[in-house]
């Protein structure tokens, strides 16, 4: 029975995996075929993904300006459950340990992403203020509508409200998030290891106190 199972849960984790290939797909066909939603394919991939995406958007607010967070989130929660069912189908046993280590991780996965977006936004910004280039493209006034937010952000937390020049803000804003990046990284990763191989009540009271550290450590940003 537990060989069975274990064939079950690989079935799944393979199903899985070729879904979010066709995630990718979907997403990617968006990115660079706009406006041509028509085709055999693009309506294909429509048919299979949009449901799953669009349970997402009805139910969370993903949505940061024009940036649609939703994709990114539903393609985690699949790359979880893609690795719990693989992990089981090849060690034949669950561990509540090693899945919220995996959610830890996927967690930090995002974040991360959002960092290095956050990192290539506001040195684009910065490159083109030293380039002289013109803000009025719609390439740069997008570019723009996100890193002077940023910046204003961070030099208020930074700075406590004092005034600081455009090139001051910036570089200050790039910094502060490589060291969010490098620092998160290493804690994320420590707490994850920490909490592989733990019980759930172990596991539960781990995450308690991580979550009480999260909470000093915020607290005076806010």
């Not at 989130?73 to 893609?82: D, G, K």
């Amino acid at each position: 029975m537990e060989g069975k199972m274990q064939v079950i849960f690989g079935l799944f984790s393979q199903v899985l995996s070729i879904y979010s290939l066709l995630l990718v797909a979907r997403i990617m066909l968006t990115w660079f075929t706009a406006g041509n939603e028509r085709s055999g394919i693009a309506q294909f991939l429509a048919r299979i993904t949009d449901p799953y995406l669009n349970w997402w958007r009805q139910r969370f607010s993903l949505r940061a300006g024009f940036l649609d967070l939703t994709p990114l989130v539903a393609l985690a929660t699949l790359r979880v459950l893609q690795t719990v069912f693989h992990n089981i189908a090849v060690t034949g046993t669950f561990s509540t340990g090693f899945v919220l280590a995996l959610i830890l991780a996927t967690v930090w996965q995002i974040f991360a992403f959002l960092l290095w977006f956050c990192i290539i936004v506001l040195v684009i910004r910065l490159v083109g203020y030293f380039a002289n280039s013109s803000m009025y493209g719609p390439f740069w006034q997008i570019v723009d509508t996100i890193a002077r937010p940023l910046m204003f952000r961070i030099t208020g937390i930074v700075f406590r409200g004092r005034k600081v020049g455009f090139v001051t803000g910036m570089i200050t804003s790039i910094v502060l998030f490589i060291a969010l990046w490098g620092v998160g990284g290493r804690i994320f990763w420590r707490l994850g290891e920490m909490l592989k191989g733990r019980t759930i009540e172990q596991s539960t009271e781990d995450l308690q106190e991580i979550g009480l550290l999260i909470e000093m450590l915020v607290r005076p940003l806010v």
